[in-house]
């Protein structure tokens, strides 16, 4: 398995550790109790006409219901790429008129980036700007041990993928364990949700949202 998949199918399982690790404020207002992951997303890449598929999506409702649920949208990119901020602004844009809820968008570097930071896309008419678009970004290269504190077991995958604190075979050797770390806490978290439907706790809520 490719790193950036190895990556994926982990943060996927680990989504609420993720969020606590490096946004802290964001996930103290989340009740991971209703998070659930969308369907992958398509878009049609106007006016190139090509098709991509957002990587993790996901429904998460807040504890203070201000707004009641909240988007969560995180690329997994190896390094950055021309035209990125373009392609998040699409992302986002098409989530909001989908769903007609608040986003919050995070790329993740697994090489390059520049620690915790906030990038931008900006679009302009005639050098005067007109709209401006802000999404979070991790790069894990430049995460020291300072930079956040690293726990188990997002920390310590975000780690063995990029390199930091173990060398590549050590990595390799250790990715059987992460895939069965993953499908483990696939199947519990399977065996919860299927429990929570049938005890109807978590109604449907994929159309609802509060107008930002």
Not at 30 to 41: H, I, N, P, S, V
Not at 153 to 165: E, K, M, Y
Request: proline residues 4%; charged residues 30%; contains cysteine.
């Amino acid at each position: 398995m490719r790193h950036d998949q190895l990556f994926k199918a982990v943060l996927q399982n680990c989504f609420d550790d993720f969020l606590k690790l490096f946004y802290p404020d964001v996930a103290a207002r989340l009740d991971f109790a209703t998070l659930r992951f969308l369907e992958k997303e398509l878009f049609t890449d106007f006016p190139e006409g090509s098709r991509r598929e957002a990587d993790i999506v996901a429904e998460v409702k807040t504890h203070d219901g201000d707004p009641e649920l909240v988007l969560v949208h995180v690329e997994v990119q190896s390094r950055s790429e021309r035209d990125f901020g373009r392609r998040m602004f699409r992302y986002y844009m098409a989530l909001l008129l989908r769903y007609s809820a608040p986003v919050f968008p995070v790329v993740l570097y697994l090489h390059g980036g520049s620690g915790l930071s906030e990038e931008e896309y900006r679009v302009t008419v005639f050098g005067r700007e007109v709209h401006r678009f802000c999404y979070q970004s991790i790069g894990l290269a430049h995460l020291g041990p300072a930079g956040v504190s690293w726990g188990e077991p997002v920390g310590r995958c975000a780690r063995g993928v990029d390199g930091q604190g173990e060398n590549a075979s050590s990595t390799r050797a250790s990715s059987g364990n992460v895939d069965a770390r993953v499908a483990e806490r696939t199947r519990r978290r399977s065996e919860s949700t299927a429990g929570q439907r049938n005890r109807k706790l978590l109604p449907a809520h994929r159309h609802r949202g509060s107008a930002i």
